[in-house]
């Protein structure tokens, strides 16, 4: 149905129908400030559909997976040893200790997949320390809605939104009346991140979005805020729940380490922040690794471990060491060194795309030269996955422009491995990431016949 509902839509964009949708589209972008940084967040005129059995299967896998990932978050929190393999550093292992106040170490996050066929979906990476994109996706859901060449598809297809904000609130709310003991206690949110950011305009979609549930928010810097009395507040503005945008990392690199005001706010429990300094453990790419290595099979049960295998692609640790690949026994570091056409290699925590390396994208002694860096720190080698493509119209100089990108499929995770929305990019590049200068996100709706 998808495919039939694609080439449909092409269809309808004739030259006048694209030129309206196009303005429609910049004239929205404009009143809603949709810009990362001074980009358009979404450059075509098409969204991306999702159908019912694709909803079921992405709902599946992602139960699953959360489960197996929450397992080795507890398992991990438990064990110091077995917290070697996801290589925190030294202040990551001093947050641990922190009672946020709260189970949930990522009550809102994200996963993100390469979803070629409901036979072959695959999940890259775990952002479950600032997942970023519900309120990008909810704002062009809307935007879309109003697009002359979707109100036209409308007639033929019946589509409906996934929202992610009211699940981030959702989640936000939850947590703090766990971490308060009570439901009397008020929440007033900051949104925490730095003023300079291209993630901004997001954090002005959820500000408004929480004044029209009722909740106060401010989008707070944190070279604003004051610790005093037991109290955060920036200027006149007191607060008790952080919706935590800004990176743990930079965090403690710019606001005083573990000694920072925002630490000892979380560590005093006089605030609390979602997602928690624990988020860490599983933000680390190693997580991949930990679930799919051999070492560490007796540790999930048998849908987990079904899940693992269909979803998790081949993923380890970059250091010498045998291991087994394919049902073979394999010298890690040699065999990655002569096969680059079937690997990349990911830094074990950076974000944006930064660091990454496609083997078959490169030559032989840049690929030795990249192991030879992800020996030296940490690092995570993960087998190549398919892209999956589909043809997007975006329309300039007076004419529709048919064009094959990549996509991605990234849904949001809430509490107990429940899919709430998805995010999707875009892009003519191998590594999709809008972060990393390119690509474009798009609206993900459902479709099904009327």
Partial sequence: MSTAAIEHYHDLLTPQVAADSQAHLESQTEIRHMYFGARPVCSVLRPRFLTTNQLTVLQAAVKHLGAAFNKAYRTALADSAFRKQFMLTPVEEELLV???????????????????SPQELKFTEFNSETPAGAGYNDILTEMFWGMPVFRAFSRKYHCRPLPGRPHVLQALLDSFVEWAGNTSTKPKVAILDWKEVPTYSEFIVFEKYFAEQGIEARIIDPRDVEYSGGSLRAGDYAFNLIYKRVLIAELLDRDGGIDGKIVRAVRDRACCMVNTFRCKILFKKAS????????????????ETAAIAAHIPWTRVVEQRK?????KTIDLIPHVLEHRQQFVLKPNDDYGGHGIVLGWTVDGPTWE?????ALATPYIVQEKVGLPREVFPSYHDGQVHFIDRMLDTNPFVGPSGTMD????????????????????????LLIEDR
Avoid at 98 to 116: A, I, K, N
Avoid at 289 to 303: I, M, P, Y
């Fill in 288 to 303: 991949f690794a930990v679930l799919s290595d051999e070492r560490n099979a007796k540790l999930f049960n048998d849908h």
């Fill in 98 to 116: 922190f009672d946020p106040g709260f189970v949930d170490p990522s009550p809102t996050s994200r996963l993100d997949s390469f979803f070629v």
């Fill in 369 to 373: 030269a990249a192991v030879k860096h």
């Fill in 421 to 444: 929305a998805c995010l999707t990019r875009i892009s003519t590049e191998a590594l999709l990431n809008v972060t990393a200068g390119g690509g474009s996100t798009v609206p993900t």
């Fill in 323 to 327: 291991t087994i690949l394919g049902g």
